[in-house]
């Protein structure tokens, strides 16, 4: 049974930094993706199981993605957070596949195991 946790959201002014954080990650393809009131899910950042990382245009330069295999544990730095930014953000896995293809329009349809998501809020 898989079971993927995050946590480490909350309420941040523009500017600020949060690091989530995904318990249970696997070794294979995983990703952080978000989604706000009324818009579609997207993918925000992804991770090889081999640690190569992909990002949407949107948070490159300000959000990395990692993980810690001893730990089990995935995680989304986020920094220099916009408004824009504000979502539920929750961590998946792909079933079997290690390398992750990119960042594509419903990729989450392509992810088997979720998280519950954890909140994150950013004022201007």
């Known amino acids: 049974q898989v079971q993927l946790v995050e946590s480490g959201g909350g309420s941040v002014q523009a500017g600020g930094s949060l690091r989530l954080s995904c318990t249970g990650s696997r070794y294979t393809c995983m990703g952080w993706f978000r989604q706000a009131p009324g818009k579609e899910r997207e993918g925000v950042a992804a991770?090889?199981?081999?640690?190569?990382?992909r990002y949407a245009d949107s948070v490159k330069g300000r959000f990395a993605i990692s993980k810690d295999n001893d730990k089990n544990t995935l995680y989304l730095q986020m920094n220099s957070l916009k408004p824009e930014d504000t979502a539920m953000y929750y961590c998946a896995s792909r079933r079997w596949e290690r390398v992750c293809p990119g960042l594509y329009p419903a990729m989450h349809e392509d992810f088997t195991y979720w998280g519950q998501g954890t909140q994150v809020t950013v004022s201007s």
């Open positions: 991770i090889d199981s081999d640690g190569s990382t």
